[in-house]
């Protein structure tokens, strides 16, 4: 169903100490796709300093530049307005590279045990959805139980993590189950924190599938950067020079636009 979202999203950095030779890469603009067409997207960064647009090999939008002087705090929001229409997609190649295990999605023994005990469909579509079900069944939502740095072995070991885990495990699983499956991270419609969730080549569109939720995704998502796993798109990355604890904090809304 086609419908207009309006959307913002902003990531306050709080520094315990200050700190200098500050350099950071954002993915926190989405990028116009076949589906997701952007009408307006308006950055803002505080303190204000240049960046330059990039794009890195998955077709994701970087934000790069550097905060010389000393600061205790960087925030960055990003607001706007896209059009979300999946209905007139074309068809797509699958590529390999969604087909092989990643830094964080190598299975465990544990989860190959695990999957080959699993009654999987033999069509696809049917197996995306028995797997996404086993995954949802598997882990408890938890948050704080894990970071960005936990693996899907870790993760399903532990049988707690959130939406960054529910999708590792849920690629490396799918990837060992035949099925061509890559990470995403966006927007869901609603208020909250950033989200991610998974897309399965099926039928030869990139289809997205919500692990967490446990549902299709549709319209209401809107998706900032795709890759392998986590490291090949977060949606903040950075380096500074100084002895300082970091503290972060996330709000975001999209909602739909009404005429």
């Known amino acids: 169903m086609s419908r207009t979202l309006r959307f913002s ?18 993915r926190c603009m989405p990028p116009s796709l076949p589906g997701q067409q952007i009408v307006s997207a308006t950055l803002t960064l505080d ?3 240049p960046y330059t647009v990039q794009q890195d090999s998955f077709g994701n939008l970087l934000q790069a530049g550097r905060i010389d002087g000393p600061h205790d705090h960087f925030c960055y929001g990003v607001c706007g307005t896209a059009r979300m229409d999946l209905s007139g997609r074309q068809l797509t190649r699958r590529s390999p590279l969604f087909c092989l295990p990643s830094a964080f999605t ?20 049917q197996r995306a959805w028995a797997l996404a ?8 939502y938890a948050p704080g139980a894990t970071g960005v740095a936990t693996t899907a072995a870790q993760a399903f070991h532990n049988g707690r993590g959130v939406c960054q885990d529910f999708a590792h495990v849920y690629l490396a699983l799918a990837r060992q189950a035949g099925l061509a499956a890559r990470y995403v991270n966006g927007l869901p419609q609603g208020e909250g924190v950033s989200h991610a969730w998974c897309e399965v080549w099926l039928d030869g569109l990139w289809t997205g599938i919500d692990p967490t939720r446990l549902q299709w ?24 020079l100084g002895s300082a604890r970091q503290e972060q904090q996330v709000f975001m809304r999209v909602s739909q636009q009404s005429f």
């Open 9 to 26: 999203y902003e990531i306050r950095l709080t520094f315990s100490a200050p700190v200098t030779r500050h350099i950071f890469v954002l």
């Open 47 to 49: 303190p204000p300093v």
């Open 106 to 125: 190598r299975p465990s023994p544990e989860m190959l045990d695990w999957l080959a005990a699993l009654p999987l469909p033999e069509t696809p579509r």
């Open 133 to 140: 079900r086993a995954v949802h069944s598997r882990l408890t």
């Open 217 to 240: 995704t549709d319209e209401s998502y809107l998706r900032f950067g795709a890759g392998r796993d986590f490291g090949d798109c977060p949606i903040e990355r950075g380096v500074f």
